[in-house]
């Protein structure tokens, strides 16, 4: 079982940033990548992008160039940046993990086997 707690939602004004943090805690040996999706209100879930333990990530197209994940792997933290948000960015942001057999770039962390509690961010105009 692992454990997933994001932190680091909020409120900011369009084209402001934040990050995300998601803590990974239990048998995090058996889990080789970790990503973020995200439910805006009345939507469906899509994902972000994910990140491998080499460091290699994939990103979903809408999320490239301003959304960046990075890792601290001796704290288990996931990090997920956020840049010049939109209104439409507003949703639950959710971090999720598991041992796929592709890679990020070939992966939606929505089917990952674990997933966190979510954290809310709410863009305005």
């Known amino acids: 079982q692992v454990d997933l707690v994001e932190s680091g939602g909020g409120s900011v004004q369009a084209g402001g940033s934040l990050t995300l943090s998601c803590v990974a805690s239990?048998?995090?040996?058996?889990?080789?990548?970790r990503g973020w999706f995200r439910q805006a209100p009345g939507k469906t879930r899509e994902g972000i992008g994910s990140i491998d333990r080499k460091g290699g990530a994939g990103y979903a197209d809408y999320a490239k160039g301003r959304f960046t994940l990075s890792e601290d792997i001796a704290k288990n933290i996931l990090y997920l940046q956020m840049n010049n948000l939109k209104p439409e960015d507003t949703g639950v942001y959710y971090c999720a993990a598991d041992s796929p057999g592709l890679g990020p770039r070939s992966v939606n962390p929505v089917a990952f086997r674990y997933r966190g509690q979510g954290t809310q961010v709410n863009v305005s105009s």
């Open positions: 239990g048998n995090t040996a058996t889990i080789n990548q």
